[in-house]
């Protein structure tokens, strides 16, 4: 690869990122008003819609609603838009890649920092949400910040795997959008999942989006030790992703330019 | 009178052309292309059904051909408005460049909308089939409902447009409203659930008018009663014209802020 080892490389490899990084997000927001704050407010209006639909309009009863939902939220944003973005990050930056040497990661990579960037942002409301309705956030709540983690490496993981594959098969998003939607649906976000049949449940507690989703409300909204078998579900999936997504990568890689 | 045929035939072309490059744009390599328009809404649909015949205990007769009827009126009104919401934006060189008239580019977005909106139909009459409803003199009303609703939408998105180039965060306020309208539409419930007070308010939802006429036409094979017509006629009336009010005054001197 081009930029190998050492301390050096290593700072300008994240500098890199960063840069690219503040330019996503300057673009995003380039012509709001409020600008960055869209971030934090936007998963506050989410909840805010859905806690009004489905506990007013249709009274469900779910101990903490609002924080419940947004617990799932913030999690599966994260995933599906770093994942999504990263998913045409190669192809997007096709000049870029044929006039610098950075190393091809740092496209992907910088796309999975911005949604992670976009994800400490909703953090803000998410705890104006936990201090407002009054959970007590005991010692079990350090799982939060390990449960992210391990997000992480699965994204980081998938989203390398896709961005290949996208490369390979223009399909792929309009695939990939479609299996998001579904699993949106499978993932607990804004119902009970113990209330669903046992097929249901048995698929959607091998859905890795509900695995971490579960991990981070047991260990924060409600200051239990997560369950060993989501713990062990978490480190599989996510190390699992990670060890597919690189070696994707690695035997790929360099066939992308052909392809591109 | 021939002249002013002659422009709108040049319009269409126009029209049609930047149809294309969305349409290229959109699913530029995808080797299933237009495909994906008939394939999403039904995934969708399945998926919907799946998780609300579940969640929500639904005991509605047919519950597919319900949850798809609601699904693909949504995404028209969703997809249209949005999109105009977006057009004057987006096609900003093409505005400030040429002296085609601007509101081609709030018809182009809407025109799109009602194109995938037929790509969904493929997928919807099969359900019909499979499910057996049985073809009444009804459904030849649902063309009129979706027409109104297409005034409608030029109406919204025309608004929306103008607001857009002034005030770009409404975007995503538009975004949440439209989520809040998703399940303010009984796409996949159905009303009785609901307090009489948000049936209330319910009924003056548009999108809402426009499903429960589709519905009724579709599924239970009568004339849907004259209030809701009247209902959603006003709606596109009124928005219609004043959309059109907004868009003239707030696209004078568009092109000095664009």
Redesign the interface.
């Known amino acids: 690869m081009v930029v190998e080892g050492g301390r050096e490389s290593d700072k300008q490899y994240i500098n890199v990122i960063r840069e690219l990084t503040r330019r996503e997000i300057k673009r995003k927001y380039a012509r709001s008003f409020f600008g960055v704050l869209w971030s934090v407010l936007n998963p506050l209006l989410y909840m805010a819609v859905v806690t009004f639909v489905f506990s007013y309009l249709f009274s469900r009863e779910i101990e903490n609603y609002p924080a419940y939902y947004l617990t799932g939220y913030i999690i599966f944003s994260l995933i599906a838009t770093g994942s999504t973005t990263s998913m045409t990050a190669l192809k997007d930056n096709r000049n870029l890649m044929l006039k610098t040497k950075w190393a091809r990661q740092t496209f992907v990579l910088s796309r999975v920092y911005t949604a992670f960037v976009n994800f400490l942002l909703s953090c803000i409301s998410y705890m104006v949400v936990l201090i407002i309705f009054r959970v007590n956030v005991g010692w079990t709540a350090v799982f939060f910040p390990l449960d992210i983690f391990f997000v992480m490496l699965f994204l980081i993981g998938l989203s390398y795997a896709l961005s290949i594959w996208y490369v390979f098969l223009g399909d792929a998003k309009n695939i990939y959008g479609t299996i998001l939607m579904v699993l949106r649906f499978f993932s607990g976000l804004f119902y009970k999942v113990d209330d669903l049949s046992p097929g249901v449940k048995t698929f959607i507690s091998f859905n890795p989006f509900y695995v971490f989703i579960k991990v981070a409300r047991d260990s924060t909204l409600y200051g239990k030790i997560p369950e060993m078998s989501f713990l062990v579900q978490m480190v599989i999936w996510s190390v699992g992703m990670y060890i597919v997504g690189k070696l994707v990568f690695k035997y790929k890689e360099n066939k992308v330019m052909e392809k591109i | 009178m021939t002249e002013k045929s002659e422009k709108r035939r040049q319009y269409m072309f126009v029209i049609r052309q930047l149809a294309k490059r969305d349409v290229k744009k959109g699913?530029?390599?995808?080797?299933?292309g237009q495909l994906?328009n008939v394939?999403?809404p039904f995934?969708?649909m399945i998926?919907?059904v799946?998780?609300f015949s579940?969640?929500?205990d639904n005991h509605v007769p047919n519950y597919p051909v319900y949850v798809l009827t609601g699904t693909i009126i949504y995404s028209l009104y969703n997809s249209g408005t949005t999109g105009a919401m977006k057009s004057m934006?987006a096609n900003k060189n093409f505005l400030v460049r040429t002296r085609i008239p601007k509101n081609i580019f709030v018809f182009e977005k809407v025109y799109m909308a009602f194109i995938n909106m037929l790509y969904s139909l493929i997928g919807y009459v099969i359900l019909l089939i499979v499910t057996g409803v049985t073809p009444n003199p009804y459904m030849l009303l649902v063309p009129l409902d979706i027409a109104i609703s297409l005034v409608l939408i030029l109406g919204l998105g025309k608004i929306l447009a103008v607001i857009n180039v002034y005030?770009?965060?409404i975007e995503?306020f538009y975004h949440?409203l439209m989520?809040?309208f998703m399940?303010?539409s009984a796409i996949f419930?159905t009303m009785d659930?609901?307090?009489p007070a948000?049936q209330m308010v319910m009924s003056f939802n548009p999108i809402y008018i426009a499903i429960t006429i589709a519905r009724i036409c579709v599924m239970d094979g009568y004339a849907p009663g004259p209030m809701l017509w009247v209902k959603l006629g006003c709606y596109a009336g009124f928005f219609y014209l004043l959309g059109s009010f907004i868009f003239k005054k707030g696209t004078q001197d568009i092109v000095a802020k664009l």
């Open positions: 699913n530029s390599s995808a080797f299933l994906w394939i999403n995934v969708h998926t919907m799946i998780i579940v969640v929500f934006v005030f770009a965060d995503y949440i989520l809040l399940y303010g419930y659930r609901m307090a948000a």
